[in-house]
């Protein structure tokens, strides 16, 4: 996003933006709870999304994906080889083994927060499950890097450290970034990066981290319905997603019960 050249970047938030976003991501990670206890396989993806809308709604909290871009429902669920934005559907059927990627955002009063998980259904493959598990572990190892003043390449460094390990693909064309007043703010947050470098991030500014790994390469496209990101070599990919606080010294997670 820029606007006459300058970044529009999050803002710092006042107590009572925060009181308000600690409530949005309150109910985005009960919801997605929710979602992770019903998940079985044979359901459609559909009938998951549903759910979410009615779970969210008895929470008094407004879908922030919903027409977002033109975006046609309420979270994006994206299964295997689909990295993000997959639109849920009656004909897409879940299978024991696959991943599915829950992505959600909820609109609190104003302001909105952004998380996802990855899940795995029943028994997979142990390549599958470790790439999910690892790619949460980068997430955390991200999060535990931000404190006040860090650097957007602090954060994407130790997510990529961690993700080279195990040599996962690291998707570059989707990441994270600034939110709270709107579903993406400045400033991009990329899931690698160099110690120091990039935009300085301050105390009480809020952003979404959100790795995305495969099990093959970083080259993704986008499928022909127009939303859904596909990997190119159709290896399965894992996403998590928390939206936090910058805090002094460390950060607050605020996409949790
Ligand atoms: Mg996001």
Redesign the pocket.
């Known amino acids: 996003m820029l606007c006459g050249g300058q970044l529009m970047l999050t803002r710092v938030k006042t107590p009572a933006e925060l009181k308000a976003m600690r409530q949005s991501g309150k109910l985005l990670a009960t919801v997605l709870a929710h979602l992770k206890k019903r998940l079985t396989a044979e359901m459609t993806t559909k009938d998951l999304s549903d759910i979410a809308m009615v779970e969210l709604k008895k929470l008094g909290g407004k879908p922030a994906f919903l027409g977002y871009q033109g975006f046609p429902d309420v979270i994006c669920i994206s299964l295997n080889d689909e990295v993000v934005h997959g639109i849920p559907s009656a004909k897409r059927v879940i299978k024991e083994g696959d991943i599915v990627s829950l992505d959600f955002g909820v609109n609190y009063q104003g302001m909105i927060t ?1 998380a996802a998980i990855s899940l795995v259904v029943g028994e997979a493959q142990p390549a599958v499950k470790k790439l999910v598990r690892d790619t949460e572990r980068s997430l955390l190892l991200g999060i535990q890097a931000i404190h006040g003043g860090v650097h957007v390449g602090d954060i994407g460094s130790a997510i990529e450290k961690e993700l080279n390990k195990e040599h996962y693909g690291i998707v570059r064309d989707l990441v994270g ?1 600034g939110v709270g007043h709107d579903l993406h703010e400045d400033p991009n947050i990329p899931n690698y990066g160099y110690p120091g470098m990039g935009i300085m991030l301050k105390t009480n500014m809020t952003i ?1 981290i ?1 790795p995305m790994a495969t099990l093959g390469g970083h080259q993704v496209y986008v499928d022909e319905d127009g939303w859904t990101i596909k990997t190119q070599d159709g290896s399965w990919a894992a996403h998590f ?1 928390h939206t936090v606080l910058i805090l002094d010294a460390g950060a607050e997670i605020l996409t949790t019960m």
Do not use: G, L
Request: no cysteine; proline share 0%.
């Open positions: 952004d970034h979404a959100e997603e």
